[in-house]
């Protein structure tokens, strides 16, 4: 079973602050996405890294994939009340073949942004 | 509409009863998922659809959970004997490529 642990599982900060979120395994995946999810909606699709090593850039937010696909993080600069929501990261599994992507979830992220 | 959308929205039923829950996922999306996710935890896998087949039914939790896919499109996620612990939020995803999943808005179960 592959599993993934998130860090931290809350975080209360103050509008304009910096933080970092983590989501750590030590299975190796084929590709990790991050979601943002308000309470009683889906999660919605921020980003997918595929290459060990990646970093993109999503605004504010900076996501990097581990150089052995196991682990990711999550750097939001000048957080803004907006960025409140829980923040899950999502592991697809290395395939043998075959094309089912299904997901791993870790538990999130709950970020709470002050004004 | 162009996101994946998911009826009802809430659904409140009594211990015992048949629920079922609608997805229309995103045009042209051949992949299609139903996940579901309980308070405080990350969505869980239940079922992968490529086309009408169910490739991959592993996290359905037991025989009361069934999913169907008979057009490729629309999905309905059945459930029989309802009991508490089915209470959850109820996910659709679908997928054109695989590697980007796309979520519906959830339906909220609640079994009383």
């Known amino acids: 079973t592959q599993l993934l642990e998130q860090s931290p599982q809350f975080l209360s900060i103050q509008e304009g602050e910096n933080l970092t979120v983590y989501c750590n395994s030590s299975?190796?995946?084929?590709?990790l996405q991050w979601y943002r999810q308000e309470p009683g909606e889906g999660p919605v699709l921020l980003v997918t890294v595929v290459t060990g090593g990646e970093v993109k850039k999503l605004k504010r937010l900076t996501f990097q994939f581990g150089d052995a696909r196991k682990d990711s993080s999550l750097h939001i600069t000048a957080a803004q009340p907006g960025d409140t929501g829980l923040y899950l990261c999502?592991?697809?599994?290395?395939?043998?073949?075959?094309?089912?992507?299904?997901?791993?979830f870790g538990k999130g992220t709950l970020l709470t942004v002050n004004p | 509409g162009a996101g994946v959308s998911q009826t009802p929205s809430n659904k409140v039923t009594e211990k015992g009863k048949y629920v079922e829950l609608r997805c229309d996922p995103i045009s042209g999306h051949t992949a299609l998922y139903w996940y579901r996710q309980s308070l405080g935890q990350g969505p869980e896998f239940l079922i992968y659809?490529?086309?009408?087949?169910?490739?991959?039914d592993s996290g359905l939790p037991n025989d009361r959970f069934f999913a169907v896919r008979p057009e490729g499109s629309v999905s309905t996620l059945k459930i029989q004997r309802t009991e508490r612990g089915d209470s959850a939020m109820y996910l659709c995803?679908?997928?054109?490529?695989?590697?980007?999943?796309?979520f519906g808005p959830g339906t909220r179960l609640t079994v009383l």
């Open positions: 999502a592991g697809a599994p290395r395939r043998s073949g075959g094309s089912n992507y299904k997901l791993t």
């Open positions: 995803a679908s997928s054109l490529n695989g590697n980007e999943q796309f």
């Open positions: 659809f490529q086309g009408t087949g169910a490739a991959d």
């Open positions: 299975s190796v995946f084929s590709s």
